[in-house]
């Protein structure tokens, strides 16, 4: 017949189109999925429900075959609006056998107005994140973010100002005594290695003696005898030391002095005893 003789080259055409169509489908599987197969990603949101301006943490898990890619070059972009990012953004990567882990943090926050719906819920989308490596690129989705209110049905219905009149209780980064003391230890140390420390004995007796020839020598006097009297009078006696160390330049020495005279727990007498012998070595080194 006559159809006989060109059926048969249509059929072997036939063949070989769908032989050409066959290794096509298998090339183009091999360079679309097979490529991306060297880089996965997954995005992660903690807590799945945080307070309104509250702290929440993002991350991109992107796992990555050294073999195939450099887990250094894999490149991650992120638009996380509404929420502002607070400090820097933090990456770790964690080897597991054919497998490294490529871990983007970022720590966020939310003030905006999407995210504030009083007395209830606000639910936020972020564009999707876009990983690349090389020519390649990834799109990775965000799982919904959940906002929660901080203010309740009732505080809508009955809006107050809540304040407290209680004043903050007093603190000190270091405990002025403790400061005193060790400014003591030092300043004794510091006069011994100048080799001028003389040890001096105070005596109660009741000879005649000189009085004292300047408002420093009558100061340091009136510590010496208000050292076993009330912490008022140790209190004055130590505060009129320190104006009489300023005006006779032993400035280093005055806010020492002013310093333990108005401490929280007030001076001891062993702590004024102390200071007049400081004060008493530095007045000889000065002669």
């Not at 807590?47 to 509250?54: E, K, S």
Request: hydrophobic residues 50%; contains cysteine; proline residues 7%.
């Amino acid at each position: 017949m006559k159809w006989a003789s060109w059926l048969a080259p249509l059929a072997a055409l036939g063949v070989v189109a769908a032989v050409v169509a066959m290794g096509s489908a298998r090339s183009g599987a091999a360079s679309g999925p097979a490529a991306h197969a060297a880089v996965s990603a997954k995005a992660v949101i903690r807590p799945h429900v945080a307070l309104f301006g509250g702290t929440v943490r993002a991350e991109l898990r992107i796992a990555v075959d050294p073999r195939r890619v450099n887990p250094r070059r894999v490149r991650a972009t992120a638009q996380l609006a509404p929420f502002s990012q607070l400090g820097p953004v933090r990456i770790r990567r964690e080897s597991s056998g054919r497998v490294t882990l490529v871990r983007i943090s970022y720590r966020l926050q939310c003030l905006a107005a999407a995210c504030s719906r009083p007395a209830g819920q606000a639910s936020v989308t972020l564009r999707p994140a876009v990983v690349r490596w090389g020519a390649h690129r990834l799109v990775v989705a965000w799982p919904r973010a959940t906002i929660a209110s901080r203010v309740t049905a009732r505080d809508l219905a009955h809006p107050s100002l809540r304040y407290t009149t209680d004043a903050p209780g007093h603190g000190y980064r270091a405990n002025p005594v403790v400061v005193g003391w060790t400014a003591i230890s030092g300043a004794a140390v510091l006069v011994l290695a100048l080799g001028a420390f003389v040890p001096l004995k105070l005596r109660h007796d009741d000879a005649l003696v000189e009085p004292p020839s300047s408002d420093l020598e009558r100061a340091l006097a009136r510590v010496v005898e208000a050292a076993e009297g009330s912490q008022a009078d140790r209190r004055g006696a130590i505060g009129d030391l320190a104006q009489a160390l300023e005006r006779e330049g032993f400035g280093e020495l005055a806010p020492l002095a002013r310093r333990i005279a108005w401490s929280s727990d007030g001076p001891s007498p062993a702590l004024a005893s102390e200071l007049a012998l400081l004060v008493r070595a530095a007045l000889e080194v000065a002669r």
